[in-house]
């Protein structure tokens, strides 16, 4: 039987609606490489730019090969673990997915990688970029994407066997995405070490500013714009109605979604300003723009389930974790220079036990099954649901640290045991750029001290 009309049009807007999220999430690619420039000393950039190039190419092809397989799979053997169909996208366009839905989804597991990179910029081999991102993309991520937002995941909301009765929400990837970006990159910093100089001699903190506070407000403001892809453009479809109601559908919450996930960067972004202002005496424009991500990160889980002021209160304590943790993480001497695993993961952390105490009924219902009349849902513990969906968000939260650390946590000790994972102390002071990729970004720069040619850098080496 031919689709009418009215469905073949439908399904074209969908998929239009599909792929441009998909393209505004890649844009993030582009925030994250100024982002990270601008974050790192100049004689790091080139150094920063290509790891962000590759994570974005490395991630293709491991997610192509078999990391969609790995989250998505489906069939007589799928199980609740892992993905077991559609490698290499065989038998894709099928029943349940076609080629936008697998754009849009690349478009996720190449971020991830994005996130880690930031947590050991400015001290580690090339080589080690390009093995811990094809893993965590063709791997690590898709198992847990598989978990939550497969039908057949064990942690599912759209589970037939539904966890505690709720399922985990994570409706665009708080805990999927920026929990697991940020504990692999904790265990990055961890297992490296510290930049040289970044503390002295007797532990005390030193100041290692990024090179350029415009590249980092460029990419933030393109991070901000890529959001309203990741959160809004989570709903798959736009045109979908809901019954009995009067011009309501997907496009009501996709625009409420907006609003949510503005309010909360905003809120942490203007509460980090204030904040930091308390503790370090003065305005800080890159505080205000990694407060404004926290919040971002925060909010991406529930950022369709929640009421536009509860995004205000998720914002709040983003800000707050993130500038305790930032505060912790000197005293253990993490140095993490993007503040990514403090970011990424302690705001993503927050943000899945937000959606726990905060998610509402009516707007769960709408998300998860299309509006559908007589649906019953576990709302937020704090919006009389129990506690059903906070103890399945508890759960995500714990698995995710735990199969991160088991899977990267070693994948980064035999990088450093076979030596192949930092570089050596005389490259990482002169500067990953003349060191490891034939020159500077720029013709010229504050540390002119150095060696400014490849060829400079060697017959210093050789002397």
């Not at 997610?63 to 996208?89: K, Q, R």
């Not at 994005?114 to 970029?129: H, V």
């Not at 849902?377 to 103890?391: A, D, E, K, Q, V």
């Not at 991160?404 to 990953?432: K, Q």
Request: hydrophobic share 50%; charged share 10%.
């Amino acid at each position: 039987m031919e689709p009418s009309w009215e469905s073949s049009v439908t399904e074209s807007i969908n998929a239009i609606y599909l792929l441009f999220s998909a393209y505004l999430v890649f844009v993030m690619q582009l925030g994250f490489a100024m982002l990270c420039a601008g974050s790192v000393r100049a004689k790091n950039a080139m150094n920063i730019m290509l790891t962000n190039v590759v994570d974005a190419v490395v991630g293709s092809l491991s997610y192509y090969l078999f990391g969609f397989a790995f989250a998505f799979g489906e069939g007589p053997s799928e199980n609740p673990f892992i993905g077991t169909s559609y490698f290499a996208l065989h038998s894709i366009p099928s029943s349940s997915y076609d080629y936008s839905f697998f754009l849009y989804q690349w478009a996720f597991a190449i971020a991830v990688a994005g996130i880690t990179s930031g947590s050991i910029a400015e001290r580690t081999q090339f080589s080690a970029y390009l093995i811990f991102s094809f893993f965590l993309s063709g791997f690590v991520y898709p198992v847990v994407a598989h978990w939550v937002w497969s039908s057949s995941g064990w942690l599912s909301s759209s589970s037939s066997s539904l966890l505690f009765g709720s399922g985990a929400i994570d409706f665009a990837g708080s805990g999927v995405v920026h929990l697991v970006g940020g504990v692999a990159g904790l265990w990055g910093a961890l297992i490296e070490g510290p930049r040289v100089g970044r503390f002295d001699a007797f532990g005390k903190p030193m100041v290692m500013r990024g090179h350029n506070a415009t590249l980092v407000v460029l990419g933030t403001f393109l991070l901000w714009f890529g959001w309203f892809g990741f959160n809004p453009g989570s709903f798959g479809k736009i045109l979908v109605a809901y019954p009995n109601t009067v011009n309501q559908g997907n496009w009501t919450a996709v625009g409420r979604t907006a609003v949510t996930t503005t309010l909360a960067g905003s809120t942490a972004g203007i509460v980090t300003l204030f904040g930091r202002r308390l503790l370090v005496g003065h305005w800080d424009a890159l505080d205000v723009c990694n407060g404004l991500l926290g919040g971002f990160v925060a909010i991406t889980s529930g950022c369709s389930v929640v009421e536009p002021w509860a995004a205000i209160v998720c914002g709040f304590f983003a800000a707050w974790v993130l500038i305790g943790l930032n505060i912790l993480a000197l005293k253990l001497k993490i140095d993490d220079p993007l503040e990514a695993a403090q970011l990424h993961g302690g705001c993503g952390a927050w943000g899945l036990i937000f959606t726990g105490l905060f998610a509402k009924e009516e707007f769960i219902i709408q998300a998860y099954d299309s509006g559908l009349i007589g649906a019953s849902r576990s709302s937020g513990l704090l919006m009389g649901g129990g506690w059903g969906l906070i103890g399945a968000q508890l759960v995500e939260l714990l698995v995710i640290v735990g199969w991160v650390s088991l899977t990267m946590g070693p994948l980064f000790y035999l990088l450093h045991w076979l030596g192949i994972l930092r570089i050596s102390m005389d490259d990482e002071v002169a500067g990953l750029d003349i060191s490891s990729h034939g020159g500077y970004a720029y013709n010229a720069h504050e540390e002119e001290s150095g060696p400014r040619f490849y060829g400079d850098y060697m017959r210093m080496q050789n002397n």
